[in-house]
C-alpha cells in the first residue's frame, strides 16, 4: 500500500488528511490519497494559471517532444498501470490492454496537433483590409475524469486542451483517484512537464462540490471537461451556464446495437456479447439494447444466451477473467435492484440474473415492459435487454426513441444498405457492421441530446480554443460621420 500526495506547480503536496482507496474485488485498501480541500484546488489554479502564457507561447517541436516521452513512459510502465487498473477499478486484462494502446496512440498523435492550421484568412469587403480568424487557447481547463475507463478517460480529459495551449487542474473521481490522475500527474512530471502544466487535486468521497464550487468560482478557468453521468453533467452544464463557461461533456448513453435478418449470426452474436459485457458493461459506449429482426431472434438470442455463460466472473487480475467485479457494492446493488424490479413487472432473464462475490453474471433480458427503468435508461452493468423488430425501420424508430445518443451499431450483410440506416440515427457515432464500443484518438467521438456535446481528439480544437478576428488596413480609411 503506497500513501500519495497532490500534485500542484510541479510539486507533491498534501494535505495530511488521507481516505482510502479500496479494491472493488477484495475490499482490501490499495492506497491512501490525499481529502483535498477547496483550498487545494485554488492553488492548483492558481499554478495552472501561472504557467499558461508559457505553455500557450511554447512552439509546437518542444511540445511534441514531452508528449512522445510521456507515451514511452506509458508503453514503459504498462505491467504497473494493468496491475494497478486491476486492484483499483476492477478492469480485466482485456481492457487494460485497450486504455493503455489508445493512450499512448493518443500522447503520440496529439503530439502533431500543435502544427494543425490555427487560423484562417477570410476576404474583406472593405479595400485594403487583411482579416484573420485566429484560434487561440482559453487559459485554464478544469477536468474532471471518470473510474470507469479511469486511465485511458485521464489522459483524454488532459491531452485535448494541453495540445492546443491550454493548461489543465485534474479532478479524478474518488473512486480510481490514482489510475484516473496521479498516474498521469507521475508519467507527466518524468517526462519534463513544465510546472503547473497539469495539476492534479484529489478529493474523498463525498467532498467533489468545494472543488468544483473553486472552478466555477474561478475566473481563470475558463472550461469545464467533465466525462461521467448525464445527471452529473446537467448540473454542471447549468452552473457552466451561470458563470459563462464553456462546457464540454462526454455523457452517458443507452446504446443500441442492430441485428438485421441478413447478418451473419454468429459474427453478430460476438459482437454483442463483446458490446453488452466488456469490463462489465462499466463503458458509456456498451450496447444496452438489441434490436434484432424477427426472422433470427430466436436463434440470436439463444446463441447469445450460450455465449454469456461462457463469459468467466471473478478476480480481474486472473489472465483468464473477463467479467470483473462492479466498482463498489452501491454499484452491485443498483444493478441488482434494476433487474429485480424489470423481473418483476414482466422481464424474462434468458441468462444470469444474479450476483457471484462483488461481480454481477453476465445477463441477457427479454420481454422487458416499457415501464421498467432499464428499458431505456442506462444500467452500469452486464445486462442486455433484447427486443424483435418487424423490420429496420422499426429498429431505427426504437434506436432513436431515447433520450440518449452516444453510440449505436448495426450489424448486417449490405453495407450500403447499413450506412443509409446510420445516417438516420441519432447518435455521435455509428458503426456499420461493428458493435458500440471504440475509441480511435484521432476521431471525433462524442454524443448528442443527453448524451453531451464537444469532440475528442484533434476535433477537440473547436472546444479548447476560441477564435479572435484580427484585421490590419493599408493606408487610412474614411469614417461616415
Known amino acids: 500500500m503506497r500513501e500519495y500526495r497532490q500534485y500542484i506547480g510541479g510539486q507533491w503536496v498534501g494535505p495530511d488528511r488521507l481516505f482510502d482507496d479500496l479494491d472493488p474485488y477484495r475490499g482490501t485498501v490499495v492506497a491512501r490519497v490525499p481529502a483535498g480541500t477547496r483550498a487545494d484546488a485554488a492553488r492548483a489554479v492558481d499554478a495552472a494559471a501561472a504557467a499558461f502564457p508559457e505553455w500557450a507561447d511554447l512552439p509546437p517541436a518542444e511540445k511534441q517532444t514531452l508528449f512522445l516521452r510521456a507515451a514511452d513512459i506509458v508503453e514503459r510502465r504498462t505491467g504497473e498501470i494493468t ?70 478517460l485521464a489522459w483524454r480529459t488532459v491531452v485535448n486542451p494541453l495540445a492546443f495551449g491550454n493548461t489543465v487542474v485534474l479532478k479524478p473521481s474518488e473512486e480510481a483517484p490514482v489510475s484516473a490522475g496521479l498516474l498521469v500527474a507521475e508519467i507527466l512530471d518524468e517526462a519534463g512537464f513544465p510546472p503547473g502544466t497539469v495539476n492534479v ?117 486472473d489472465p483468464g477473467t473477463v467479467i470483473g467485479p462492479l466498482i463498489s457494492p452501491a454499484a452491485l446493488d443498483r444493478v441488482a435492484r434494476e433487474v429485480d424490479e424489470a423481473v418483476a413487472v414482466g422481464a424474462k432473464v434468458l441468462v444470469g440474473g444474479s450476483a457471484d462475490g462483488p461481480c454481477y453474471q453476465p445477463t441477457v433480458l427479454t420481454d422487458v415492459p416499457e415501464g421498467a427503468r432499464i428499458h431505456s435508461e442506462e444500467t452500469f452493468g452486464p445486462v442486455l435487454v433484447a427486443q424483435p423488430v418487424d423490420d429496420a425501420d422499426e429498429a431505427v424508430a426504437i434506436a432513436n426513441a431515447t433520450r440518449y445518443g452516444l453510440s449505436a451499431g448495426l450489424i448486417t450483410g449490405d453495407n450500403q444498405r447499413g450506412f443509409a440506416l446510420a445516417r438516420r440515427i441519432d447518435a455521435g457515432v455509428v458503426h456499420v457492421n461493428d458493435q458500440t464500443i471504440a475509441d480511435e484518438p484521432q476521431l471525433p467521438l462524442g454524443g448528442v441530446k443527453d448524451s453531451g456535446w464537444g469532440r475528442s481528439g484533434p476535433h477537440s480544437m473547436a472546444d479548447f480554443t476560441e477564435l479572435q478576428w484580427i484585421t490590419t488596413r493599408d493606408g487610412t480609411g474614411t469614417y461616415p460621420i
Open 83 to 152: 496491475a494497478l487498473l486491476a486492484a483499483e477499478t476492477g478492469c480485466a486484462g482485456g481492457f487494460a490492454g485497450f486504455q493503455i494502446l489508445t493512450a499512448t496512440r493518443l500522447l503520440r498523435q496529439a503530439a502533431n496537433w500543435g502544427y494543425l492550421p490555427a487560423g484562417e484568412i477570410i476576404r474583406s469587403d472593405i479595400p485594403g483590409t487583411f482579416a484573420m480568424a485566429l484560434r487561440r487557447p482559453l487559459g485554464v481547463v478544469a477536468g474532471i475524469s471518470p473510474w470507469n475507463g479511469a486511465h485511458v
Open 201 to 317: 487535486v484529489t478529493h474523498a468521497p463525498g467532498e467533489a462540490v468545494p472543488v468544483a464550487d473553486e472552478f466555477f468560482d474561478r475566473p481563470e478557468v475558463r472550461c469545464i471537461n467533465f466525462t461521467g453521468s448525464s445527471a452529473t453533467g446537467r448540473i454542471l452544464a447549468e452552473r457552466a451556464g451561470r458563470a459563462l463557461k464553456r462546457c464540454v461533456l462526454e455523457l452517458g448513453g443507452y446504446n443500441p446495437l442492430i441485428v438485421l435478418a441478413d447478418a451473419d449470426l454468429d459474427y453478430a452474436v460476438e459482437a454483442a456479447a463483446f458490446a453488452a459485457f466488456f469490463h462489465s458493461g462499466q463503458i458509456c459506449m456498451n450496447a444496452r439494447k438489441v434490436l434484432v429482426e424477427r426472422p433470427v431472434y430466436d436463434a440470436f438470442v439463444g446463441r447469445l444466451a450460450a455465449r454469456a455463460q461462457t463469459l468467466r466472473a471473478g478476480d480481474p487480475a
